[in-house]
């Protein structure tokens, strides 16, 4: 019976996955030993350093993930990095097949005067700052100022906004890193606008994320219901047919009328406006946006020209891939066709797809990927060596590593009545995930 060997490039949910998928496809006739390479000392990639601290609940993903890695053909080799301290060549030729997980992390860019000036960040850098990812530790955010806006209408952009918004005390007993928990509770920032350039129809924002605004328990939500009742109008024919599109604007007319409490913290939603320039001398000042208008559901620009006070700005407008070496990109993805790059090489997740879709979705995307992998696997698997004897790096963080920074994590985090209390040094890192 073959033993295939397949490495995985990319310990986030679609490398977890594909993990999974293949695992699932082990019968008598063929098994599969994986080998799962992360370029950081800590698995989990956007369930520890992209999902928002206060959503708990979407990180319980982490115990499907463990369960993968705790199978016997299963290993981790994390602090290896594609291009430094292996090929896509040399993984091509000693694995039956490589698939890619590397996700994107770049985050775009808005395009517009003034985005480089002190004060303006992407979410790309604001996000994993908050999650504690140790090569955004020193990012430095300024609080010190009263208005943020946060462009973009998806849900990343919610997050940051939310993450401004709220008051910290609501975030003591969550993961947030513990520098930008500090941070935060020094922040002076009381006012932070979402904007979209986009009406409320056509927002990315899903219904849940909307839902939850209320809850927010010293921050009042402000969302125009003037501007939800115009989409509702608008898109008055679609309603009934998509349930979706009901669900998302419903959402956003009860926020926009639940009552305020006059506190000082506000969060307010604004749509149709197109940011052209952020203006600044040395650091941010306001943003200057062009009023959009909806005309047979296309937007267009109007005349209109208003300007925002900002101190801080936070750009949430998706993201594209960091280049591979040896591996060829279009539109801010890995060039694939249907998860197939080229020979063995195989893209999943958000290097294949771009930035789209919730933890889950990559879960059927996995699965659909490897489906065609194991179609084009050949009869006899192939004889090669244990790339563990060709890795020279020798701070390999294994499975065995891993799990001793999370226990120690967790057991810093259990003392102060938090889920985790992670670490963010890179040396500490490594030093305590050796075996
Ligand atoms: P997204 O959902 O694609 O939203 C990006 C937003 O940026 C859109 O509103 C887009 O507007 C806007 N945008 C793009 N270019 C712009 C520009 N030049 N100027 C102004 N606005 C611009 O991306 P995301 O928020 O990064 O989220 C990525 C994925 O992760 C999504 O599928 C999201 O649902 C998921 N996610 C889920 C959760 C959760 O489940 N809680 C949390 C975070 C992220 P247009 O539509 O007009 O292009």
Redesign the pocket.
């Known amino acids: 019976m073959p033993t295939y060997r397949i490495a995985i490039v990319g310990a986030g949910p679609a490398g977890y996955f594909s993990a999974q998928a293949l695992q699932n496809s082990q019968d008598e006739e063929r098994t599969f030993a994986i080998d799962l390479f992360e370029r950081l000392p800590t698995p989990w990639g956007l369930v520890r350093s ?3 601290p206060d ?1 708990p609940k ?1 990180k319980t993903v982490a115990k499907v993930f463990e369960k993968i890695a705790s199978d016997s053909n299963f290993r981790l080799f994390g602090n290896i990095e594609l291009g430094r301290d292996i090929s896509i060549e040399q993984l091509k030729e000693n694995y039956d097949a490589v698939i890619l997980a590397t996700g994107s992390s770049v985050g ?1 860019k ?3 005067p003034g985005e480089e000036l002190a004060g303006s960040f992407s ?1 790309a850098d604001f996000v994993p700052w908050y999650n504690g990812h140790p090569d955004y530790v020193n990012v430095s955010v300024p609080l010190n100022g009263k208005n943020a806006i946060v ?9 940051c906004g939310r993450m401004l918004a709220l008051d910290p005390a609501e975030l003591d007993s969550t993961d947030t890193a513990d520098h930008a928990l500090t941070s935060l509770h020094l922040s002076s920032i009381r006012n932070v606008t979402i ?4 009406g409320p129809e ?5 219904s ?2 909307i839902r939850e605004l209320p809850k927010l328990e010293h921050t009042d939500v402000l969302i125009a219901q003037s501007e939800i009742e115009g989409a509702k109008e608008r898109v008055a024919e679609e309603l009934e047919g998509n349930k979706e599109l009901r669900n998302k604007l419903e959402a956003l007319l009860e926020v926009s009328q639940t009552p305020t409490k006059n506190h000082q913290r506000k969060l307010a939603i604004n749509f149709l406006l ?2 052209l320039e952020i203006i600044g001398k040395d650091k941010v000042e306001a943003i200057r946006f062009a009023r959009n208008e909806v005309i047979n559901n296309k ?1 267009a620009t109007t005349s209109e020209i208003i300007e925002m006070p900002c101190d801080l700005v936070i ?5 594209q891939v960091l280049p591979i070496p040896g591996v060829e990109l279009a539109n801010g993805k890995v060039v694939n066709e249907n998860g197939f790059v080229t020979d063995n090489l195989y893209v999943v997740g ?1 290097a294949k797809r771009g ?5 889950g ?1 990559n879960k059927s995307d996995s699965s659909d990927v490897v489906k065609l992998l194991l179609a084009k696997l050949p009869s006899a698997a192939k004889e090669n060596s244990d790339i563990a004897k060709i890795i020279t790096n020798q701070q390999v963080v294994t499975q065995s590593g891993w799990q001793k920074i999370n226990q120690a994590e967790v057991e810093k985090g259990e003392a102060v009545g938090k889920p985790r209390r992670k670490l963010t040094d890179w040396s500490d890192l490594l030093s305590l995930g050796q075996e």
Do not use: C, K, Q
Not at 151 to 159: F, K, L, R, S, T
Not at 195 to 198: A, D, I, K, N, S
């Open positions: 992209g999902v928002a959503h979407i775009r808005l395009g517009i979410s462009i973009g209408a998806g849900n990343v952009a919610m997050d904007v979209g350039r986009r056509h927002a990315a924002f899903t849940a994320e197109t940011p937007v750009s949430a407008i998706g993201y958000w930035p789209s879709g919730v933890i979705t």
